[in-house]
């Protein structure tokens, strides 16, 4: 059974709903160790401090910022922890947009989010409303010591939970990016046969098959 990754309450206005998140999907990744060649046993990295000339243990290490070249400011945990958002039990909605408006590409990660007993009933309407209005909702949560914008929106037969990040100079990349080129009729009316040709319903397992293929 899948294990919950967070659990709370999803609120929005007077209405408070119990629900659970779980992992929607996990990436499958093949990992390999490295081995000493000449004896066959899995090596050891060491830290290295090329100041004093020595290897050291992780227990002389500390986080520091670097705010010019080789100057640094030494942050320990307990300011860290003093600084991020606490952890929460609620996930706040503060807007509903159309679900067209999202683009894809602010998608991170999805969790498929479960109501609690007490909370079928509102979470089934907010679902069902969701569903009928083209309307996702745009909610605050913060896990693992930080918060996140999330997108929760209706699928299949329950709502979905996907973290929204893009790295901000991507994003400047992707506006001043723009194609200037306009295919001719011609070409145009090629393409779109290509793509008729290859069209089919999306189905995970082809793409869980051709993955493992590789």
Not at 120 to 136: D, N, P, Q, T, W
Request: charged share 25%; with cysteine.
């Amino acid at each position: 059974m899948a294990s919950t990754v967070w659990k709370g309450y999803i609120t929005f206005g007077l209405i408070t709903i119990p629900v659970r998140l779980f992992a929607a999907a996990r990436t499958e990744r093949v990992s390999f160790n490295q081995i000493h060649q000449v004896c066959g046993n899995r090596i050891k990295q060491q830290i290295f401090c090329p100041h004093c000339d020595r290897v050291v243990e992780r227990s002389e290490l500390v986080k520091g910022y670097e705010v010019e070249k080789d100057r640094y400011v030494v942050v320990n945990d307990e300011e860290i922890k003093s600084i991020a958002p606490a952890s929460s039990d609620t996930m706040e909605i503060v807007e509903f947009v159309k679900a067209e408006g999202i683009d894809p590409i602010y998608f991170d990660a999805s969790y498929f989010m479960t109501p609690e007993d007490a909370g079928k009933k509102a979470y089934h309407l907010l679902f069902e409303a969701m569903g009928k209005s083209g309307f996702s909702a745009i909610a605050k949560i913060a896990m693992h010591q930080r918060e996140y914008t999330v997108v929760v929106r209706p699928h299949a037969k329950g709502c979905c939970c996907t973290p929204c990040s893009i790295r901000r100079k991507s994003a400047t990349f992707l506006n001043s990016a723009r194609h200037q080129y306009y295919g001719e009729a011609a070409g145009m009316e090629l393409a779109e046969k290509l793509v008729e040709g290859l069209a089919a319903d999306f189905d995970h397992r082809n793409i869980t098959m051709s993955i493992r293929r590789r």
